[in-house]
Every structure is written in C-alpha cells, then in structure tokens.
C-alpha cells in the first residue's frame, strides 16, 4: 500500500498543529489517536477501493455501488457490508414484505434508500435529509444504481408529511441525530400508528430517549430495542492475513455515544 505524498504531507501538518495546540495533554492525546486512525483508513480505503471497485461486498445490500465518499461516517465498513450489523435481521425482514413507501429520514448519501430501493423494486423511496451536500450524493447514488426513477429526494421532514403515506403499507427509517423524540409522536401524528418503523435512538441528546419512544409506540406496536454496542463482528473471508488493528480499522464505525435502535412493527 503506496502512500500518497500529499496525504501525508497534511498528516504531518495537522500533527504539528496538535503538538503545538494549548489545549489540556488528554485531548490532544485523544486528537492525535484520531488523525492516526483516519491516516491509517485514508490508505486502506484507497487500496480496497481499488480492489473492489465501490461495490459493496456482504450484507442486505451485497453489490449495491457506492460513491467515492459518503456525506456523514464511515466508508470501509459500509463496502465490506458490515455497516450497522445488528439491523442486518431486521432489514432483511423488511426487505421481504411488500412496502410500497420507504420513507427515510436523515438520508445522508443514501446508504439505505438506495439499498432498499434495490431490494424492493416495487416500492417508492423518499429520501429526507436537510445537507444539501447529502442530497446530492444521494442523487448520484440513485442514477449509479439505476433506481433514480423511484426515489424521491427532498430536505426537510415535516411531522405532519406521514399523513401523506397513511394509505400506504410503510417503512419509515429515521436516523435524525436526536431529533426522533420531537418527531416520532403518533399522538401528534397519529398515521404513524399504522407504520413500521426502524429509529436510531440518541439517548445522549435524551437520557430517557428509549424508555420514551417504546412507551409511545408499545400500545400499537410490537417494540424490540436492538443494542448496537455488542456486535460480533469478523472479517470479510479473504482479509484474515490483515493484521489485528487493520481488521478493526475496517469494520470500525467510530460512534461516539450509544445509540441503540427501534425495531417497531404495526400490529
């Protein structure tokens, strides 16, 4: 693996820069870890890239084409199609029911519209996310994956929009940074009694965040929360000669809170 010159010549700046910093010894231990470990992605990326040509390898996704970059995360594991294992169950279960709106929230480049517009051909895909740099990748996404005709891509989300899916079998998969506590109210938005959904919970914008979105849905819905933080994780066959850091650097997703997941299915 061939370091590119100018990769390294803004590592070693953003080194000095961090030495240099006045910030307290912890953080910028912590900063320096970090530029280390996305140096060390940066070439893994280039070279698996060139080997597999953008084209995700496993998972509920296998051979849905990616971009170069993503608008938010992380890149690696979503090519080797490791990305959020622990939803791979639920995804797969969705995949086999006949939605006929995917409505996601919080799109970002379109991991997940795209992917489930390739596994439910019939269904129409509403892509939400309010960076315009996001809406625009996932564009691309679409027109690369041949399924632009049936994904819809818009930038904010408003509540009262589920009414617009009430008539319809629906998905909603929402993954809004903290937001689902505000917009996941089937009191307020009473369609949402009707509708599957998978919601990313943030509970360090809200301690009681889980606790809050299952007592809302548990009257209609069948609720299981899904703990990301124990997932079982190995290598893509073929990469086990990697050595042990890189094989974490390739499924690693660098979260930084935990953040459980809904699975809530309408009764």
């Given at each position: 693996m061939q370091v590119q010159d100018p990769l390294r010549q803004q590592v070693d700046a953003k080194l000095r820069?961090?030495?240099?910093?006045?910030?307290?010894?912890?953080?910028?231990?912590?900063?320096?870890?970090?530029l280390g470990a996305a140096y060390r992605l940066a070439i893994l990326k280039e070279f698996f890239v060139n080997h597999y040509q953008f084209k995700v390898q496993l998972g509920p996704f296998q051979g849905m084409q990616l971009l170069k970059d993503v608008s938010d995360g992380c890149f690696l594991p979503k090519l080797f199609g490791s990305y959020e294992s622990t939803l791979h169950p639920y995804i797969e279960r969705a995949c086999g029911k006949e939605y006929e709106a995917v409505v996601n929230i919080g799109s970002a480049e379109g991991y997940y519209s795209i992917g489930f517009a390739r596994r439910l051909p019939t269904a129409s895909i509403h892509a939400y996310d309010i960076d315009p740099r996001a809406q625009h990748f996932c564009k691309e996404m679409a027109h690369l994956n041949s399924v632009q005709d049936r994904v819809t891509i818009k930038d904010r989300f408003d509540g009262r929009m589920f009414e617009d899916f009430a008539g319809?079998?629906?998905?909603?998969?929402?993954?809004?940074?903290?937001?689902?506590?505000?917009?996941?109210?089937?009191e307020q938005f009473p369609a949402l009694e009707?509708?599957?959904?998978?919601?990313?919970?943030?509970?360090?914008?809200c301690k009681d965040a889980t606790d809050i979105i299952r007592s809302r849905f548990s009257r209609t819905h069948d609720v299981v929360i899904v703990d990301n933080q124990h997932r079982q994780l190995s290598v893509p066959p073929g990469l086990t000669h990697l050595s042990e850091l890189d094989q974490f650097m390739i499924l690693w997703e660098a979260r930084r809170e935990h953040t459980p997941w809904a699975i809530m299915t309408a009764r």
């Open positions: 820069q961090l030495i240099d910093s006045d910030s307290p010894h912890f953080n910028r231990s912590y900063d320096v870890l970090l319809q079998r629906s998905l909603i998969f929402c993954d809004i940074e903290g937001a689902e506590i505000d917009l996941l109210n089937p009707r509708m599957d959904l998978i919601v990313e919970i943030h509970s360090g914008q």
